[in-house]
């Protein structure tokens, strides 16, 4: 059983930025790809961007490339999400999720039914 613990969301003004940091139960954290996913208000859940076991190959939505980075600790058994240049149309509730599927160390996985494990959620609202 993987815990998945969000942290760091709030309400920033656009243009501003935020660190979202998601903290993981377990012994074998380097083991899962760890993914940041968002659902904004009165749409879908969606991908933001992923991280490799080893951290050293990631993936960005389009939405967010150049403006977000995330990054992951395997000694602290930790995620993070780095946000800046935030826009209004960032605003949703961030969610963290790790794919415990044997993968190589550079593979990064995009598909939400992939995750295995997720976070209860932290909101971010960007105001105008």
């Known amino acids: 059983q993987v815990q998945l613990v969000e942290s760091g969301g709030g309400l920033v003004q656009a243009g501003g930025s935020l660190r979202v940091s998601c903290a993981a139960s377990?012994?074998?954290?380097?083991?899962?790809?760890m993914g940041w996913f968002r659902q904004p208000p009165g749409k879908e859940r969606e991908i933001v961007a992923t991280i490799s076991r080893r951290g050293d190959n990631t993936y960005y939505a389009d939405s967010v490339k150049g403006r977000f980075t995330i990054s992951r600790d395997n000694a602290k058994n930790t995620a993070y999400l780095q946000m800046s240049s935030l826009k209004p149309e960032d605003t949703a509730v961030y969610y963290c999720?790790?794919?415990?599927?044997?993968?190589?160390?550079?593979?990064?996985?995009?598909?939400?039914?992939?995750?295995?494990?997720w976070g209860q959620g932290t909101q971010v609202t960007v105001s105008s």
């Open positions: 377990g012994p074998t954290f380097s083991a899962y790809v």
């Open positions: 999720a790790a794919d415990l599927s044997p993968y190589s160390l550079v593979k990064v996985t995009t598909l939400q039914r992939d995750y295995d494990y």
